[in-house]
């Protein structure tokens, strides 16, 4: 079967020993003579369940050559995509994207999708002798990718994926929320504003981020002031005492105000 997404192409074909495989590709233009007429590929095995994401016709890379391959999307002004793993046919004269993509850790399923909705992507292929700029078309673009990966089942692996990431960071948002109360409870009991106490509450969730570990099961907190004489100035400290019967002290969490120096114990035991 073939069909023509304007200047996309794509087909279905296979052979006994291999089984089943699409591919799309485009020809596009570049600046590097005789690599004028690159092709970037999309193919999937069936058999093996595989893509391969590739560009041809665009150089030959030698071994040890430092290549790198960026992307941009002309709706994305600015955003320039960089492949973070690459590999090559036994020929040299192809590049595969193999890994994913800078910034934010991009999958391939998701530069698919920018494929799919911009009109016109840029490629640059450079190493050390080198670089080749190219642009490729993206008109029915959408058509011939989805008519070639397992678009629907790589979907939901994407809406698997966010979903998890979404409920990590909603049961962080929950440890965080129950500790914050526990830690406004406990500092309620001494004379400390509002702000000094959102202040506190900051500071030692910093602190508690800081030193790489997970706490949440606090069973109670004291406070007391620090004078340092070098710097004339009162500081607040905490211990937070866990109910592993883990205890933990943060010293200097900020200047206090000399209104609420009397209020505030000078030492704890």
Known sequence: MIGFGQSWRYSSQGNDFDGNYKICSVVGTGNDYP????????CYTEKSNEIDFYISDAGYYTA?????????????????????????SSDRESVFLDGNFSPNNSRPFQIFQKLMEASYVNIRIKNDYGQNDMRFSLSGSAKAIKY????????????EIKENKLASIRAKE?????????????LNNYSLSEQMINNAIKEINKKIKNSGYVIHDIDS???????????KQYYLSARIFYKSLYEQEFHNLFILDDNYVDSIPFAVD
């Open 35 to 42: 690599y004028n007429s690159p092709k970037l590929v999309i």
């Open 64 to 88: 040890n050559s430092n290549t790198q391959v960026m992307l941009s999307f002309n709706n994305e002004k600015g955003i320039i995509y960089k492949s973070l793993s690459l590999g090559y």
């Open 174 to 186: 929950a440890i965080l929320h129950y500790r914050d109360s526990i830690l406004n409870n406990y």
């Open 148 to 159: 070639v990966i397992p678009y629907d089942a790589m979907l939901a692996t994407e809406l």
């Open 221 to 231: 907190l004291i406070v007391w002031k620090t004078y340092l004489s070098e710097a």
